[in-house]
């Protein structure tokens, strides 16, 4: 049987003990967003603290808009594209000890367009995240 067969025994046997385990961490899917305005085309590197610990690596969306002041160009409409060029890790307590954790990322932006068109750049992440006693997820 399949892993992900929703059938199999053993595919809910896991799924339980994966739950048991988180509630045992105290962690919790955790959405983290932000925002960056950018003019024109060029290319930048944005550092961001999440300010929760990833147990993985979480995923990233991302998203743009114009800014009010800005309007579209025929044949010049704007592109945004961000990917991770560095993850923040915590250095690992013992060397034996891997590190599988994510506190926060550098982000290489591009954008496109005319050169006074301001765009303002949506990053999220989402993935599994330790939490503090008496910290809540935030929520999206």
Do not use: C
């Not at 560095?86 to 013992?94: E, G």
């Not at 506190?103 to 949506?122: E, K, L, N, R, S």
């Amino acid at each position: 049987m399949s892993y992900f067969d929703p059938s199999s025994t053993n595919a809910l046997d896991r799924r339980l003990a994966m739950r048991d385990r988180v509630r045992q961490i105290n962690a919790a899917i955790v959405k983290v967003a932000g925002t960056v305005q950018t003019t024109g085309s060029g290319e930048g590197l944005l550092t961001v603290d999440f300010g929760y610990t990833f147990v993985e690596k979480p995923a990233l969306s991302l998203g743009g808009e114009l800014h009010p002041t800005s309007s579209l160009v025929a044949g010049q409409y704007p592109t945004v594209s961000v990917i991770v060029s560095a993850w923040t890790q915590p250095t690992p307590v013992s060397s034996s000890i891997s590190n599988n954790y994510y506190t926060g990322a550098v982000f290489a932006i591009v954008t496109t367009g005319p050169t006074d068109q301001v765009v303002i750049v949506h990053w999220q992440v989402e993935g599994m995240a330790l939490m503090s006693p008496g910290n809540t997820p935030p929520t999206a």
